[in-house]
């Protein structure tokens, strides 16, 4: 019989952002593969697909319908692994795997951020520590991809099976990687950008968590120091539109692109300067790591999954959520120096690496060996297959 993983998570596209390398992996060791999740995209390396009427905030009564078709999937789909991912996936996975787990199912959750964290609002948590801790006791191994995270379970004492570390999702340095300067001229001057342009990138959904506002004011603070600025906004949101009022109303319209979805950040990426990120709260940003891996300095608010990723005056700077002078001081200061930005951009492009994704491979085949017992002979071949 033909083993089978459920990966479960609030929304499809998360899969599809970050996930398909594992299971592609999975099917290349003949493995079955299925997907239960909010949405409709078709989505490679999946056998089977699911979509369930998850919503991100716990108190939605749709989570309760979600719940009891995700255990019919479960216990109907003799399931080896169930893998959980996001807060609510990772909730609705463990509960609806309970009676399965029972009978031999192993249960993996990756916390891709817990919601509660040090210096966190009490209301987070009230409301999601008990969950996660109560939960661990379902759960056969807790993953983490950040060092706060990974700390905070152990200390808290969750009762899973195992509590584990790795380096985030893993970023592809093949596709993410330094431009030329003559290509980053040639790709400037294609996309209408000086040169001598003083270009900004933050690749992120508008909505209040990312906070872009923070940034827009910032560039406000230095719009007669550095009149060559120029704020590449790529994403999509509810709070797009309430952005593009605020850029008008401060005076910077002109100095700031709001790009809307793009599929080429790989080529947006490495043509700028500097790379920017404003979010209040983070797990491990892949849109970090892609910058580094561009050889990018950084400058971010301060977060766990910033605080990991950006060594202050290292490699970029850490700044208050709410300094949004302070935050356009530090880009002046890049801005005013060519020698700072290449020399902070090769520390990006160093320290990046045990974030490459050939490394989370390694790191993520040695959690699944514990876990995919074959239900034929013999051992199954664990080693990944790096492309």
Known sequence: MTNKILFCASVDYHFQAFHLPVMQWFKEQQWEVHVAANGGLDLPFVDRKFDLPIERSPFSLSNAKAYRTL??????????????????????????????????????????????????????????????????????????????DYGLAAEKRFKAGRIEHVHGVGVDTARYKPMAKIERWRLRQEMDYRTDDFLLFY???????????????????????????????????????????LAARLGVEPMVRFLGYRRDIDRLLPMCDVAVASSLREGLPVNIMEAMACGLPVVATRNRGHAELIGEGVNGFVVEPGDAARFGARLRQLSESIELR?????????????????????????????YMKPKGDGLERLEWAVQ
Request: proline fraction near 4%.
């Open 342 to 370: 290449r020399t902070m951009g090769a520390r990006s492009l160093h320290d990046v690496q045990k974030y490459g994704l050939i490394q989370v491979k390694q790191e993520l085949s040695g959690i699944y060996k514990a």
């Open 71 to 148: 255990k019919a999937i479960v216990e109907t789909n003799d399931y080896s692994i169930v893998h959980g991912h996001t807060p609510m996936g990772g909730v609705l996975a463990r509960l609806a795997a309970r009676k399965a787990r029972r009978a031999g199912t192993k249960v993996i959750y990756t916390a891709h951020g817990f919601h509660f964290c040090k210096g966190g609002p009490l209301l987070n948590w009230l409301l999601y520590y008990p969950i996660e801790k109560g939960l661990s006791g379902s759960t056969d191994c807790l993953i983490t991809i950040n060092g706060e």
């Open 203 to 245: 690749a992120a959904e508008f909505n209040k968590n990312k906070n872009h506002q923070l940034l827009i004011a910032a560039l406000a603070a230095i719009k007669d120091q550095v009149p060559h600025a120029r704020l590449l906004l790529a994403g999509q949101g509810p709070l797009l539109e309430p952005c593009r009022e």
